[in-house]
């Protein structure tokens, strides 16, 4: 069995990997700010979720899918397909605590909007970096 590895310039992935990470926190952040402000409430079985939790777990995921996205880079055959590929299987499957978390369907709608929106603005700004 041969190992397949490709050579993508890991500069701009990384550069435009950690800038999409910073918009999609501070979009979620803001996100979750309207929400809250409009009324919904940010308490998830019991426990409220500060504004700024919102923007620290996005940029730690965000940074997860740009080690996916370094990883496949180096070792995948079609690194995009294969990346944009996971990435809609990790962001529907980040929904499903979303829709059985212990709160108001409000709530649990906009903890999936944060995550539609976070994706929205990685995988693109990642994906375009790798190679068809």
Not at 87 to 107: E, G, K, N
Request: hydrophobic share 60%; no cysteine.
């Amino acid at each position: 069995m041969s190992v397949i590895t490709t050579t993508a310039p890991t500069k701009p992935l990384i550069t435009g990997g950690l800038t999409a990470a910073a918009v999609a926190a501070v979009a979620t952040s803001a996100v979750a700010a309207a929400g809250e402000f409009a009324g919904i409430s940010l308490v998830v079985g019991g426990t409220p979720i500060p504004v700024s939790g919102f923007a620290v777990l996005t940029a730690i995921f965000s940074v997860v899918g740009l080690v996916l996205a370094l990883v496949l880079a180096r070792w995948a055959r079609r690194p995009h397909a294969v990346f944009v590929r996971t990435t809609i299987v990790l962001t529907a499957l980040s929904l499903v605590p979303d829709v059985l978390a212990d709160a108001s369907a409000a709530t649990r709608g906009l903890l999936m909007l944060t995550h539609v929106v976070a994706a929205a603005i990685v995988v693109p700004a990642i994906a375009r970096r790798l190679p068809a």
